[in-house]
Nanobody, 124 residues
Framework: QVQLVESGGGSVQAGGSLRLACTAS????????IIWTRQAPGKEREGVARLNGNGITSYADSVKGRFTISKDTFKNTFYLQMDSLKTEDTAMYYC??????????????????WGQGIQVTVSS
């Protein structure tokens, strides 16, 4: 099995920054993609940033230019740097892995492995 553990969430004022981390363990493969997803109250879960095993990244339009996904291969840790945060970025953030069953870039329902989630709150 694969375990994913998020850290780094919290509260910040609009315009501020946070960095989330997702540490993978178990039978995690370097070929797996990682997708950061989020779910706000009353809304569907959505993908915001994707990092493929070959290093190619993709971003949702809502975060493009503000969020950056990266990885530290030696630590098996993936990061989501979030800058210029907006109140609408408030949500539970989850990292997820293995895009082999996805039909499109952010087909999050078909991600195989999930972390437990971490809260990000942006206040005005």
């Amino acid at each position: 099995q694969v375990q994913l553990v998020e850290s780094g969430g919290g509260s910040v004022q609009a315009g501020g920054s946070l960095r989330l981390a997702c540490t993978a363990s178990g039978r995690f493969s370097s070929t797996y993609c990682i997708i950061w997803t989020r779910q706000a109250p009353g809304k569907e879960r959505e993908g915001v940033a994707r990092l493929n095993g070959n290093g190619i990244t993709s971003y949702a339009d809502s975060v493009k230019g503000r969020f950056t996904i990266s990885k530290d291969t030696f630590k098996n840790t993936f990061y989501l740097q979030m800058d210029s945060l907006k109140t609408e970025d408030t949500a539970m953030y989850y990292c997820a892995a293995d895009c082999s069953r996805l039909h499109w870039t952010f087909d999050v329902r078909n991600l195989r492995y999930w972390g437990q989630g971490i809260q990000v709150t942006v206040s005005s």
